[in-house]
């Protein structure tokens, strides 16, 4: 694991082969701590899923080239329209000439077409994107855990599966992957902090990520995990169906 900047704590580890989880920990005035992960998929056809909030850009902007040029990034994704999901996408944009937003067909329609400085290219539910040493396919997943335009990216190369908020973990210390559990971990986080719709179709969309048979869940917060994810998956729908 490389730390990045020492002002801000951000460092990058390789999760997967060319997919690296690039984790800046913040400690709220509470004394709570959180943690941001933005995915770096460093193919022929370089994706960043999430931008991370505007004001960790810098930072981001310096891990991002400690792996690659920045203005090699060919696609800024992400999984729904919040801060830390997309907040800086128009700073990448704006320093990566070639990179279009990449998102959902519903993210496109009611928000990025107007919010985003380019044009996004829009994935339909179960659409295949190739970079060239990986493949990338888009999973429409509405209101899990929230927004309308949620969906995931699994990375199909490395059976990774960008699994955003799913799993979100509270802390800002923990290790980059982890096999211990996280269930337990994101369920307290969820019992403080229930950042769930509760859509009926919880437990269907938790089957359709199942079935990807992930080897590697890539969270935006907290620790990437390592195992059976589609057990995993599974499990936190018998949780959320409590
Ligand atoms: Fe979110
Ligand atoms: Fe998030």
């Known amino acids: 694991m490389a730390i990045t900047s020492s002002q801000s704590g951000t460092s990058v580890h390789e999760v997967a082969d060319g ?10 005035a509470n004394g709570a701590g959180f943690s941001f992960n933005q995915y770096l998929i460093a193919s022929d056809e370089p994706l960043l899923f999430h931008t991370g909030p505007r004001r960790m850009f810098p930072f981001l902007r310096e891990a991002v080239a400690s792996v690659l040029p920045v203005e090699r990034l060919c696609y800024i994704g992400f999984s729904h329209v919040e ?13 990566a000439p070639r990179a279009v937003p990449l998102c959902g067909t519903v993210a496109a329609l009611v928000s990025i077409e107007d919010m985003a400085d380019r044009s996004p290219r829009a994935l339909a539910d179960g659409e295949r994107l190739s970079l060239g040493r990986h493949t990338v396919r888009w999973l429409d997943a509405p209101h899990l855990p929230h927004a309308w335009e949620c969906g995931f990216l699994n990375e199909e190369t490395t059976s990774t599966l960008l699994c955003g908020d799913l799993f979100t973990q509270g802390g800002a210390d923990l290790p980059p992957v982890t096999e211990s559990d996280i269930l337990g971990p994101s369920e307290a986080f969820r019992q403080r902090m229930d950042y769930f719709s509760h859509t ?24 990437a995990w390592q195992g059976d994810a589609a057990g995993l998956l599974r499990a936190l729908a018998g949780e959320l169906s409590v």
Do not use: Q
């Open 19 to 28: 997919i690296y989880r690039i984790n800046t920990p913040v400690v709220f």
């Open 83 to 95: 801060s830390d999901e997309c907040g800086s996408l128009n700073e990448w944009l704006a320093v």
């Open 200 to 223: 009926k179709h919880a437990a269907a969309l938790l089957d359709k990520l199942a079935a990807t048979r992930p080897a590697t869940l890539a969270c935006m917060h907290g620790s």
